[in-house]
């Protein structure tokens, strides 16, 4: 079944503790793309990839970090995370140009 | 700035009806991809249907169809005979070229349609 996966669904945490969203896709899809949804602000990028090794900045990037080592994996970290990165993140997929992005089940993080 | 509103906060609709989701978009583009989302309660992203500003038939999959008319810019999303099961947020989105973040989408702020037995 195509899909992207991501892990975990859902994150408590505190403070300045490093953690790590993955994210894999079983679609050979060269893009890929981290989002964050907030009430209110609606859903934005954060990273993304155009394919292997090529990452870059999306709309809110401070405070994130990505890597793109392996065609179907994109994982967001958060170094020292921040109460202000409690959110819902979405990693998405797709081939490139204008096709339909298609999304993981989204991860709830909260952070105290 | 490219843009998307959706201008309905919230909907009702009794079960089997069809219902009509508004969506218009700004873009200088000439190619460029629209989309809609379904989102439901328990939060995960999916997706629906899509249209391609070149294609000239509306796009329909299954209950979904695409009103899509390029003069005006808007995209309505049509559900024929709806079910309980389609509560939920409703995102319109749009996708133009790759030298914009990669071919980002740009969201709509969502319909949250409900639907009465």
């Known amino acids: 079944e195509a899909q992207v996966t991501q892990n975990p669904r859902y994150l408590i945490t505190v403070t300045g503790k490093k953690l790590t969203v993955t994210c894999s896709q079983n679609?050979?899809?060269?893009?890929m793309s981290w989002y964050r949804q907030d009430p209110g602000l609606g859903l934005r990028q954060i990273y993304y990839?155009?394919?292997?090794?090529?990452?870059d900045k999306g709309d809110v990037p401070e405070g994130y970090k990505v890597s793109r080592k392996e065609k179907r994996n994109f994982p967001l970290i958060l170094e020292s995370p921040s109460p202000n990165q409690t959110s819902l993140y979405f990693c998405?997929?797709?081939?490139?140009?204008?096709?339909?992005?298609?999304f993981g089940d989204g991860t709830r993080l909260s952070i105290l | 700035a490219q843009k998307i509103t959706q201008t309905q906060p919230g909907m009702f609709v009794q079960e089997k009806e069809a219902v009509t989701l508004d969506c218009t978009y700004d873009?200088?583009?000439?190619?460029?991809?629209l989309f809609w989302y379904k989102q439901p309660s328990s939060g995960e992203m999916i997706f629906l249907i899509y249209?391609?500003?070149?294609?000239?038939q509306n796009a329909t999959e299954g209950r979904y169809s695409l009103n899509f008319q390029k003069a005006r810019k808007s995209a309505n999303l049509v559900i024929s005979a709806s079910q309980l099961g389609d509560s939920a947020m409703y995102f319109c989105?749009?996708?133009?070229?790759?030298?914009?973040?990669?071919?980002?989408?740009?969201f709509g702020q969502g319909t949250e349609l409900s639907v009465k037995p």
């Open positions: 998405a997929s797709s081939t490139t140009g204008l096709q339909p992005q298609h």
């Open positions: 679609m050979n899809h060269e893009y």
């Open positions: 990839s155009m394919n292997v090794e090529v990452t």
């Open positions: 873009t200088s583009d000439q190619s460029y991809g």
């Open positions: 249209q391609g500003s070149y294609d000239e």
């Open positions: 989105a749009m996708r133009e070229a790759f030298y914009n973040q990669g071919g980002k989408l740009i």
